[in-house]
């Protein structure tokens, strides 16, 4: 069974048709969803597994969980020693992009988050499709030229401010 880390930006919290059509692919082949329990694009995608009554559900968090809307299996998640904010929750998305064999990321173009998600995923070798929500359009990343691809569609300072922010992770798994 195939396993989805499904991330994305909190500014993506109203799913459109072209993404619940992905989400309705996810459950017509039975993969397993893991998922986060922040608001925004967490809840949002949380709450149309669950008026789809789709079971096949993990919610990964922290010391507690924020959002678990239809009620699944939780996977707590510890946090490295001192981590805050950012590293806090990384801890998480870093655990989530390990053990799925592919990802699912809902991106404004914008998140660290969500593009350290994608950069952990293809750092595993596993394939991402990126919805990129200023084009409404899904794109499929396999490696690092993808990455690029993808990178081009967006606004270049806000990518060059992005890998600054991310070097190690980038320096880490060599994109």
């Known amino acids: 069974m195939t396993s989805v880390f499904i991330g994305g ?47 096949n559900v993990t919610v990964f968090c922290m010391d507690h969980c924020r959002n678990n809307v239809g009620g699944w299996q939780t996977r707590p998640i510890t946090a490295p020693p001192k981590a805050k904010g950012f590293e806090y929750y990384a801890a998480k998305d870093a655990a989530m992009a390990q053990e799925a064999k592919c990802g699912l990321m809902l991106w404004d173009g914008e998140s660290r988050g969500t593009l350290n998600n994608v950069v952990n995923l293809l750092g595993h070798g596993k394939k991402v499709l990126v919805y990129l929500g200023p084009h409404k359009s899904f794109y499929k990343l396999s490696n690092e030229e993808d990455l690029d691809a993808l990178f081009a569609r967006c606004d270049q300072n806000t990518i060059q401010d992005l890998k600054r922010r991310l070097e190690p992770q980038l320096r880490l798994h060599q994109l």
Not at 20 to 28: K, S, T, Y
Not at 46 to 54: E, G, H, P, T, V
């Open 9 to 55: 930006s909190r500014a993506i919290s109203k799913l459109n048709d072209v993404i619940r059509e992905q989400l309705d692919n996810l459950i017509m082949k039975r993969c397993a969803i893991l998922i986060g329990d922040a608001n925004g694009m967490d809840k949002a995608v949380q709450k149309y597994f669950a008026q789809k009554r789709y079971s």
